[in-house]
């Protein structure tokens, strides 16, 4: 069961100055579109900040994903946590496999994705290059943070 609403997952979709959390915020108190709630049967098991990408303004400044325009027909996965006791067991891949489909009912034309390379953990919840390579993502650019690439990854539908 999929919800949109907004949730209070700060300490794995915020950077230090955490302004996607309280633009987030702001947008759960006005009752706007902010992404998912994941749920297993009646359990809470995880959260996605996905949706129509011009829903998520920050985007357009953010590494990777200020590399390509922002649309309705454009939609962006930007953060998936899954919570610790339900992890390794495929819900990552569940999860953008039900946003691809979301977004190809709501008639949008590709998903984008923003993960990191090499792997940094304090960036998983962007997900991993593998994962959407596996759901059938191509890397279209990317953009250097240091040592790391902030890679844009897309998937037309």
Avoid at 21 to 40: D, L, N, S
Avoid at 105 to 127: C, S
């Amino acid at each position: 069961m999929w919800t949109a609403q907004g949730a209070d997952w700060e300490s794995r979709c915020a950077d230090p100055a955490m302004p996607n959390y309280h633009a987030t915020a702001q947008r759960v108190q006005k009752g706007e579109h902010v992404g998912y709630f994941v749920y297993e049967n009646d359990t809470l098991v995880g959260w996605t900040g996905s949706g129509p990408k011009n829903c998520f303004p920050l985007l357009a400044s953010k590494l990777g994903s200020r590399l390509s325009a922002s649309s309705q027909q454009t939609w962006s996965i930007g953060c998936i946590a899954v919570k610790t006791e339900f992890r390794g067991r495929g819900l990552a891949d569940k999860i953008v496999a039900a946003v691809l489909g979301l977004a190809q009912r709501n008639l949008a034309t590709h998903v984008e994705a923003y993960p990191v390379r090499p792997f940094h953990e304090p960036r998983i919840y962007r997900g991993t290059e593998g994962l959407y390579r596996r759901m059938g993502f191509f890397e279209a650019g990317f953009e250097h943070d240091g040592e790391h690439q902030i890679l844009l990854m897309i998937k037309s539908i």
